[in-house]
Structure formats: structure tokens, C-alpha cells
């Protein structure tokens, strides 16, 4: 049972104007208003990822100093790329890596919780919430040992569904490093869980 992340009203709302995420880009330059486009298609992502991150409470500050940095830096977006994702998720990288201790701390945190049953409810919707905490907190303490940046790679592709070359744009490393830091973070996952992987399946609370 995956708890889901709830994102503001202001970063679910439909898209606004068309056209590819360079062009919009290249648009502000001219019209500063023409960014806003990029916000609505993309907040929400950036919302859900930075909240399992760093939980729900810092979420919407990280988004919001991601698109400012953004805003700032947008003369230096390479237009020849047509998909601004890669490039707001590598500036919301450079966000979390400010708060590294504190997202170590909520994983250390939340791997020591202790999961007390509730006494309300049906038994077996209780044993799902059991079996769900214990995932979460299997998971939290075999991503708290990684580096910051193995944790980085294994969940831009695990929970934002990049490619290892959008991962790459992302974080300016080459592919190879993408790939180096990925199977050393899958192989710690795994030796920490006994042989599964599940930060596609498990939520962070």
C-alpha cells in the first residue's frame, strides 16, 4: 500500500500555451511570463520526487527554488535539446544536495521507526499497513548508506523514470559514470535487502 504524494493545487494545473520546452524557453527571454508554461507542466513531478525525497514539507520550497535557479540560468539552456525535464531535475539535484544530513537524517529516522498496528480498522487492512511500513523502512535504511550521488542516479531513474542519457544531461557526468554509480547503488540495495530492489515499488511516508 504506497502512500502517494499530494502536490498543491498550483502544481497540478494544466499546461499553459504549446509548444516544445525550448522554444517556451527561448520565448522568455523576450517575455518573462512565457516560463510559467514550464511550471505548470512540470511542478507536479518535480513536487512528487522532491517529496519522497525529503518529505512533504520541503517539497514545495525545493520546487520553488528549482524554478527560480531555473529562471535565472534560462539564457543558458542549450535549445538544440527540446525536453526540459532533464535539465529542472539536475538543477532540483543541486536543491537536495543542500539538504543531504537532513535527508540522511529522515532516512535513518524512518529506517529506526517503530510500526505500532492501529487498533481501529479490519485486521487485514492493519497487516497491509504493517507490511507497507516494513518495505518503507527497509528501503529508507538501504538508501541512507548510499553516497549522495549513487542515491542521485538510482532514484532519477528509479522514481522519475529518466533515461541514463537524460541522467547524464541532468547531472553534466558522462554515461559511464551514470552507469558505474547506478550498479554500485543497485548492488548495495540489493545486499542490504538480501536480493530485492524495490525503489520503484516503495514510497517514502
Request: charged residues 30%; contains cysteine.
Amino acid at each position: 500500500m504506497a502512500m502517494q504524494v499530494s502536490e498543491p493545487a498550483s502544481a497540478i494545473a494544466g499546461p499553459v500555451g504549446g509548444g516544445d520546452d525550448a522554444a517556451i524557453i527561448a520565448e522568455s527571454l523576450a517575455d518573462p511570463e512565457r516560463f510559467a508554461v514550464l511550471y505548470d507542466r512540470y511542478a507536479g513531478q518535480l513536487y512528487r520526487y522532491a517529496g519522497r525525497r525529503l518529505g512533504h514539507a520541503d517539497a514545495e520550497d525545493m520546487v520553488a527554488a528549482t524554478f527560480l535557479a531555473a529562471f535565472r540560468a534560462r539564457s543558458r539552456f542549450d535549445t538544440a535539446r527540446l525536453d526540459a525535464r532533464p535539465w529542472l531535475f539536475g538543477i532540483l539535484t543541486k536543491e537536495l544536495a543542500k539538504q543531504h544530513r537532513k535527508e540522511r537524517a529522515r532516512l535513518r529516522a524512518i529506517a529506526r521507526a517503530c510500526t505500532e498496528a492501529s487498533d481501529a480498522g479490519h485486521a487485514e487492512a492493519v497487516a497491509d499497513d504493517v507490511t507497507a511500513w516494513a518495505a518503507r523502512q527497509q528501503l529508507a535504511k538501504a538508501l541512507a548508506v548510499l553516497a549522495p550521488a549513487d542515491r542521485s542516479v538510482l532514484l532519477l531513474i528509479a522514481w522519475c523514470d529518466l533515461t541514463y542519457e537524460e541522467v547524464a544531461q541532468a547531472l553534466a557526468i558522462p554515461i559511464g559514470t551514470v552507469r558505474s554509480r547506478l550498479n554500485r547503488a543497485r548492488r548495495k540495495v540489493r545486499d542490504a535487502l538480501e536480493g530485492s530492489d524495490p525503489t520503484k515499488e516503495t514510497e517514502m511516508p
